[in-house]
């Protein structure tokens, strides 16, 4: 009896052994550590391993320690790739923002004889070289309309001028005629004397 009791236990063990060695698989590493050290045997202060549960959870230790390597690898492998992204995407900003304030310079500002003048300037200059020539222009037309009015004023002196030089003239032409007729009455008149 001894015997087949021996034999059920060690059945047992070894039924609870391989049960726990296909749960350690799935558990965590944590897991598998708690199990391994409450399922081992005691020896006066230490504790029993046995080698197949030791090289099960050696195993898979690597295991978990090499899918932790290639996740890590992975992620910096992700890391390094969105590093390259967000430095290409912050390159291709700062080229955008340099062409929004150069197109917003642009746009704020004339190009006039190549020279960059902000639209207010460039309003402000336009306006003083406006009035200038609406300035000039109203003393150019008041000139010319005081010179014509000293012009036709002149015209109408001139025409004054040679109606009374006319009317002298036939006045003197007239005297003439009358002292040569006189003269001539008086030569006429001394002959027959």
């Known amino acids: ?33 708690r199990s ?24 898979n230790v690597l295991d978990s320690v090499k899918n932790f390597k290639s996740q890590i690898q992975r992620k910096n492998t992700l890391i390094n790739s969105q590093k390259s992204t967000i430095n290409t995407l912050e390159k291709d900003n700062k080229e955008a923002n340099t062409k929004l304030t150069a197109a917003i310079t642009k746009a704020d500002s004339i190009d006039l004889f190549g020279i960059q003048l902000a639209k207010s300037t460039y309003s402000l200059m336009l306006f003083v070289i406006i009035l200038l020539l609406i300035t000039t222009l109203a003393f150019f037309i008041y000139k010319f309309k005081n010179s014509n009015v000293i012009t036709t004023e002149a015209k109408s002196n001139l025409e004054d001028v040679e109606n009374e030089f006319n009317l002298f003239r036939k006045k003197s032409l007239e005297r003439e005629q009358k002292l040569r007729r006189e003269l001539q009455d008086e030569i006429i008149k001394n002959r027959n004397n």
């Open 1 to 33: 009896m001894k015997s087949t009791i021996t034999f059920l236990i060690a059945v047992l063990f070894t039924a609870t052994s391989f049960s726990q060695e296909t749960t350690t698989q799935q558990n965590t590493v944590d897991a598998q550590f």
């Open 36 to 59: 391994l050290y409450k399922n081992s045997n005691n020896y006066q202060e230490y504790k029993v391993v046995k080698k197949s549960a030791y090289g099960l959870l050696h195993t």
